[in-house]
């Protein structure tokens, strides 16, 4: 069990410091110039550097990439600093989550994210171009988006599966509908993907802390402080009748 | 705008002890203001003829100077808080017709101060969400912007809408990972969460038990300390209920921040915190160190883990705490052949989506094979978060953070549940450590939107958060008012 997504499409943002007047480049030059510059530094540097496989796991990965199309300019927040999008289509690759920002998220194709792209998603110290999963919330609210998409899966089989679900849902006393299961499954696996992390922290001469305020809790003399209220005990409920709740029968 | 609704907490309680207006006209312009604001959808339930007797009530203490400390001012509850009386939902399909036969301890600590109550407030499903779009009723909508529909945050979306609207003079919230400050955030008001104990939980709808605490959301720091003098108490009714006295905090509204010393963390400046928000994080920490404070650079190493440890304990305890709702003592009903089958369709029709998601985590991470795993891996984690905290309160005073990552986002643009936990990433860690914290407005970013920063204090040093707030308030002049307020 660990944080690790396959992921066999990503969007991957672009992160130039080329001193380049993006509206210049995206008129004159064109975007393949561009992404193709970005594609072959990126093949280098995962060939030799620490940087960018640092997101991946194992060894060096060299992104194989099967298509890829270079579809937007995010934003050109200073002339030196350029930021852009494409979509790469990779052969499998396994991404460990690298910040709690970088969120593996599945966006619909042609939908309108809105909200300001924030940026900074991935490690300062890389350099060249950086491939993660960006969060469709944080891209500029003009840029209407039509990416193409597959769902980001869990690896190691998934935390949870159907029949899982279906146990914790009996545990749970919830009914869930049969069409709604995919999805739940799919939402537990990328929660509890999430939450796994904390497998990494040290906690073995650690006491659990269950009460942050480290009172004793209070005792009281156990005597009836309350009483002769049935009348708004029995006030709410569904169904009552001679003073007791009415459940459906429970003795064949 | 009526010049009743300018008023503040503060002022509106000056201005009726100086007999220069009654309880019984501005408690008419706030239900004026709520039939006009009504498309904000913030409240759920007003009680208009129930307000109007307790303005009467105060006017009359008002007028013989018997006052108490929040006589004749209108407030609205966060639909967590039981009622006497009064609907109480939790913004659930189960709870739809819930009438409590009992009034929770901070709603009856606030009417014997003298307040008046307008209504009910929306919010998430039992406080479950960051957007207030999870409420059975649907969602609030952020009085900031004209022609967008933000979100106001969540859960309190509905207290933090309707204040910043002035629908409301102030209101409740409640606060388990971030409730509070961070819809006080989006929609440009103040919002405090006390230390865990500070106010009795009996009586709130509860969600998760170790870490859900009552708070005020108001217009100003100072109407934040007037509310929270009322809030809080000791009740012997809560278990956890602290009984160490809290010193009145409006005394401690002009203290400054000279000589104290303000920490910044470094984990919490790093990635995906927008432009603007990081502006107006260097401006206050400047504003700050004109005041006279020192600012100190800190590491709170395990920051990281928070949002992964909250949503490991917040659902197991939700997923305990809720499963009282199995329609036999109260709560909507699904009629089924067997007990079993009648608390499964009970449950799985009352409940939304983000409760069952919750209540279904909950139970995993719980359940036989997992448990230490996942939830008592998540509560060493906790003693680590809450030891970080500890140990730089030992060199700090206070802690500067901006309140949220971004500023407030569009309805319907956040499907996915994890990111939209991610919301919670700044209010989190205080949350686990029992900490106090404040909220408060400091500026707008590009697109008009309000920016909310973080003031988390040690436990129990309420005063010294109100001096700290208050002065960083002072500095940043937010005088702004939402477009969305009744005309």
Redo the contacts between chains.
């Keep these: 069990?660990a944080l690790f997504f396959l992921v066999r499409s990503a969007f991957i943002i672009g992160f130039s410091i080329a001193k380049v007047d993006i509206l210049s480049s995206c008129n004159n030059i064109g975007m393949s110039f561009i992404s193709r510059k970005l594609l072959i530094k990126s093949r280098t540097e995962s060939h030799l550097g620490p940087k960018l496989p640092s997101i991946f796991i194992g060894q060096p990965i060299t992104i194989p990439v099967m298509s890829y199309s270079f579809k937007i300019i995010i934003s050109s927040?200073k002339s030196e600093r350029i930021f852009f999008l494409f979509m790469v289509r990779i052969g499998e690759a396994t991404i460990k989550l690298e910040?709690?920002?970088?969120?593996?998220?599945?966006?619909?194709p042609g939908s309108i994210?809105?909200?300001?792209f924030?940026?900074?998603?991935?490690n300062k110290n890389s350099s060249g171009l950086k491939i993660g999963i960006i969060?469709?919330?944080?891209l500029p609210n003009k840029v209407k988006l039509n990416l193409w998409y597959e769902r980001i899966k869990m690896s190691n089989n998934s935390i949870?599966d159907i029949p899982?679900?279906n146990k914790?849902?009996r545990?749970?006393?919830?009914?869930?509908?049969e069409d709604k299961k995919q999805n739940?499954t799919n939402?537990?696996n990328?929660?509890?993907g999430?939450?796994?992390?904390?497998?990494e922290?040290d906690?073995s001469n650690?006491?659990?802390?269950?009460?942050?305020?480290g009172?004793k809790?209070?005792q009281?003399n156990d005597e009836v402080v309350d009483g002769n209220?049935e009348d708004?005990?029995l006030?709410?409920?569904?169904?009552s009748s001679g003073g007791f709740?009415v459940?459906?029968?429970?003795i064949e | 705008m009526s010049e009743l609704l300018k008023l503040d907490l503060l002022g509106a309680s000056k201005a009726l002890k100086a007999k220069s207006i009654t309880s019984v006209e501005l408690t008419n312009a706030y239900l004026t203001a709520i039939e006009k604001t009504s498309k904000l959808g913030a409240y759920l339930e007003i009680v208009s003829d129930h307000a109007l007797e307790m303005a009467k009530a105060s006017d009359k203490r008002l007028a013989n100077n018997t006052s108490r400390a929040l006589e004749g001012l209108p407030v609205g509850v966060k639909d967590m808080f039981c009622t006497k009386g009064i609907k109480t939902t939790a913004s659930s399909k189960i709870l739809e017709n819930f009438c409590p036969p009992y009034e929770s301890t901070v709603t009856q600590n606030l009417w014997n101060d003298g307040a008046v109550m307008l209504g009910k407030l929306s919010c998430d499903e039992f406080a479950m969400g960051s957007s207030n779009e999870t409420a059975a009723k649907g969602n609030v909508i952020n009085p900031w912007l004209k022609n967008i529909n933000m979100s106001p945050g969540g859960s309190s979306g509905g207290s933090a809408a309707a204040v910043a609207a002035r629908s409301a003079l102030a209101a409740t919230g409640t606060d388990t990972g971030g409730s509070i400050r961070q819809p006080a955030a989006f929609c440009g008001i103040t919002g405090l969460k006390p230390t865990y104990g500070r106010c009795s939980r009996w009586g709130i709808v509860a969600f998760s038990s170790s870490l859900d605490q009552a708070g005020p959301l108001t217009r100003t720091v100072s109407d934040a300390a007037l509310m929270l003098n009322s809030m809080a108490s000791y009740d012997k009714k809560d278990s956890t209920s602290v009984n160490s006295l809290m010193p009145d905090l409006l005394s401690f509204l002009d203290k400054g921040v000279k000589g104290k010393k303000i920490g910044i963390p470094e984990e919490y400046t790093q990635e995906g915190i927008s432009d603007d928000i990081v502006k107006f994080y260097q401006k206050s920490i400047n504003w700050l160190k004109e005041s006279g404070a020192e600012i100190i650079p800190i590491s709170l190493p395990h920051t990281k883990y928070a949002l992964p440890v909250y949503y490991i304990i917040a659902p197991a305890e939700a997923s305990s705490n809720l499963a009282r709702y199995d329609g036999v003592r109260y709560g909507v009903r699904k009629e089924a052949e067997t007990l079993d089958q009648m608390y499964e369709q009970t449950r799985g029709n009352g409940f939304g989506d983000e409760v069952k998601r919750r209540i279904m985590i909950g139970t995993y991470v719980l359940s036989s094979g997992y448990y230490d795993a996942y939830y008592l891996k998540a509560q060493k984690v906790r003693r680590l978060i809450k030891e970080d905290f500890d140990n730089v309160f030992t060199n700090v005073d206070y802690i500067l953070t901006p309140s949220t990552p971004t500023t407030a986002f569009q309805l319907g643009t956040k499907q996915d549940p994890l990111t939209m936990y991610l919301n919670d990433i700044f209010t989190v860690p205080a949350s686990l450590a029992g900490l106090p914290a404040i909220s408060l407005p400091v500026g707008l970013d590009n697109s008009g939107l309000p920016i909310g920063m973080q003031l988390i204090a040690n436990a129990f040093d309420e005063p010294g958060l109100i001096s700290t707030a208050k002065s960083l308030e002072q500095s940043a002049e937010f005088n702004f008012i939402a477009d969305g307020v009744a005309k």
Excluded at chain 1, 113 to 116: A, K, V
Excluded at chain 1, 194 to 199: K, Q
Excluded at chain 1, 206 to 213: D, F, Y
Excluded at chain 1, 235 to 239: D, M, Q, S
């Design positions: 069990m927040f910040s709690l920002t970088a969120i593996p998220s599945v966006f619909e994210p809105n909200s300001l924030l940026g900074k998603i991935f969060d469709a919330n944080r949870v899982t679900v914790i849902a545990l749970s006393r919830l009914d869930i509908p739940l939402d537990l990328n929660i509890l999430f939450v796994a992390n904390l497998e922290v906690t650690v006491e659990p802390l269950a009460s942050v305020t009172h809790l209070p009281r209220i708004l005990v006030k709410n409920a569904p169904e709740f459940v459906p029968k429970v």
